[in-house]
């Protein structure tokens, strides 16, 4: 078969998946398949720059439905599967966790079934080329304390959400395919995104999106929780990189070396948005911070050592916290367009907001 490659990413409608939909598009070595249900989070009109390319196409589907993805994966030929679809917000798994087992867990292994069925129909040459790329999240490592360690890719498996428990059983299932029936696998480990296109109930376009409407910045607990943060660029490349250089049966931590407290995040989006656009009356965007009851269960810190994608894969982020925060806070300004309508239509501007509107 010639070149482009075919790539099937799921969830390719939600955040990070419509990045490395456009990454993978723009770098002209593969034609995408994006295959997604449209939950509340999948948005098509991430993906308008692509309507029309002749290396787009989407497939409206349910990775649970084994049959429907196992003839769209014969259908359109595919070479290789990069699996990002799933629930994903980790309130939502607190309020409603059966929604994460299904999709997250069973989604998997359904999916998992089709795509081993479709491997093993492909010839000798296209079976060796083939990858199935799992996207998964540094959370299924659990809590680390505030001063010390850091995850590296042999770190216990130890989830504390109902989030990151569908995650961690995720990977299992992937591992297991490999071990049991020889599908060749790739896994990753990613610290927290940001960047355009980022749903407005997640921490960093909230906290935007309510500052320019002058709502309180909702902050969990005293702030003090550590997240390292990547721009969601930077994570698009690193997965084509393990995609296509990862070692089979190998996990890769992929994180931005950038550990920030929330209320530094919070602070950091303040100063960018005094600067750029100052309220009325000169006060900073800073008045707006309100404290409100932590999350149940929420770990303390996450920190990710990249050092094995970083050596063998040569990745390294082209953008810092502070390049990649400005980048994103001047995206949203710009972009009222894609934010403005999801946010008026199903979300009052808090965070528990949505989960209870629903
Ligand atoms: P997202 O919620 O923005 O997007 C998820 C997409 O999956 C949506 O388009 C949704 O419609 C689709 N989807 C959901 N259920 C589906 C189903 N049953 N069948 C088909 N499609 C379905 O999520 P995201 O933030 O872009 O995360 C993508 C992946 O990356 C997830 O697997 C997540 O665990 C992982 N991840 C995310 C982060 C992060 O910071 N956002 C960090 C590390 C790993």
Known sequence: KNVPQTVLVTGGAGFIGSAVCRHLVASGKYRVVNLDKLT??????????????????????????T????????????????HLAAESHVDRSIDGPMAFVTTNVVGTASLLQAVLDHWR?????????FRFHHVS??????????????????????????????????????????????LPVVLSNCSNNYGPY???????PLVIANALDEQPLPVYGKGANIRDWLFVEDHARALEAVMTGGRIGESYNIGGRAERTNLEVVEAICALLDARRPRNGGRS???????????????????????????ELGWTPLETFETGLA??????LANGWWWRPIREQRFDGTRQGLVAAK
């Open 67 to 82: 049959d429907k993805v196992r003839k769209i994966l014969a259908d359109e030929a595919v070479d290789l599967v990069m």
């Open 198 to 204: 980022h749903f407005p109930e997640k921490l960093i």
């Open 137 to 182: 999240t540094d959370e299924v490592f659990g809590d680390l304390p505030f001063d010390s360690g850091v995850f590296t890719e042999d770190s216990p498996y130890k989830p504390s959400s109902p989030y990151s428990a569908s995650k961690a059983a995720s990977d299992h299932f992937v591992r297991a395919w490999h071990e049991t029936y020889g």
């Open 40 to 65: 509340y989070a999948g948005n098509l009109t991430s993906l308008r720059d692509l309507d029309g390319n002749p290396n787009y196409v989407f497939r409206k589907a349910d990775i649970c439905d």
């Open 285 to 311: 965007h800073l008045d707006l911070i309100t404290y409100v009851t932590d999350r149940p269960g929420h770990d303390r810190r996450y920190a990710i050592d990249p050092t094995k994608s970083e050596q």
């Open 327 to 332: 980048r994103t806070v001047d995206w949203y």
């Open 121 to 129: 129909s492909l010839g000798e040459e296209a079976r060796k080329r």
